[in-house]
T-cell receptor, first 115, second 113 residues
Framework: DSGVTQTPKHLITATGQRVTLRCSPR?????VYWYQQSLDQGLQFLIQ???????AKGNILERFSAQQFPDLHSELNLSSLELGDSALYFC??????????????FGAGSRLTVL | DQQVKQNSPSLSVQEGRISILNCDYT??????FLWYKKYPAEGPTFLIS?????DKNEDGRFTVFLNKSAKHLSLHIVPSQPGDSAVYFC????????????FGAGTRLAVHP
């Protein structure tokens, strides 16, 4: 158990629908990151939050949005779902505030299947 | 624009031999490099890192080498064990980029008895 909790583990939905993925970071970590892994591809950075504020954005679609709440958990909202959104979505957390290697701790992922 | 590239999708090695996984990067602003290991149905787990001011970092059977002039790093596993069979991701970060990690596509390592 990495300490990063993601729910749900699996989700099957239809095109056009909206889903919400939830992440609880490791205790004490202020930063939350969301990554997408499509079939046989690397992890694509979507977005980062630090203590409730958006810090960095990657190639996140406009149909996707995220937020980090005061209790530091985060949600990734995916709307108007398309077949190509089927992927593993990973949340990671870290406590890094300054320099040094940013070792992210990953959750087990949420597998989204869009039919 | 792939800033971190792992050009070998897969690698097969015999148990006890050395496994060498390679990674190339394009962004000269990267100052930390990390390797992650991923088993099926699990999230990636951190393996080893190296700062750009070093050219080698060792942790048990795992050694990472960095060649800044070539923008290349490699992970050596000696000796390889069947339990090392997993997907290995190379990742990089730049201190000015809020430390987000940019990942390569991964290399699937299979270690055969």
């Amino acid at each position: 158990d990495s300490g990063v909790t993601q729910t749900p583990k699996h989700l099957i939905t239809a095109t056009g629908q909206r889903v919400t993925l939830r992440c609880s970071p490791r205790s004490g970590d202020l930063s939350v990151y969301w990554y997408q892994q499509s079939l046989d591809q690397g992890l694509q950075f979507l977005i980062q939050y630090y203590n409730g504020e958006e810090r960095a954005k990657g190639n996140i679609l406009e149909r996707f949005s995220a937020q980090q709440f005061p209790d530091l958990h985060s949600e990734l909202n995916l709307s108007s779902l398309e077949l190509g959104d089927s992927a593993l979505y990973f949340c990671a957390s870290s406590g890094l505030a300054g320099g040094g290697a940013n070792v992210l701790t990953f959750g087990a992922g949420s597998r989204l299947t869009v039919l | 624009d792939q800033q971190v590239k792992q050009n070998s999708p897969s690698l097969s090695v015999q148990e006890g031999r050395i496994s060498i996984l390679n990674c190339d990067y394009t962004n000269s602003m990267f100052d930390y490099f990390l390797w992650y290991k991923k088993y099926p149905a699990e999230g990636p787990t951190f393996l080893i890192s190296i700062s750009s001011i070093k050219d080698k970092n060792e942790d048990g059977r795992f050694t990472v080498f960095l060649n800044k002039s070539a923008k290349h790093l490699s992970l050596h596993i000696v000796p390889s064990q069947p339990g090392d069979s997993a997907v290995y991701f190379c990742a990089a970060s730049a201190t000015g980029g809020y430390n987000k990690l940019i990942f390569g596509a991964g290399t699937r390592l299979a270690v055969h008895p």
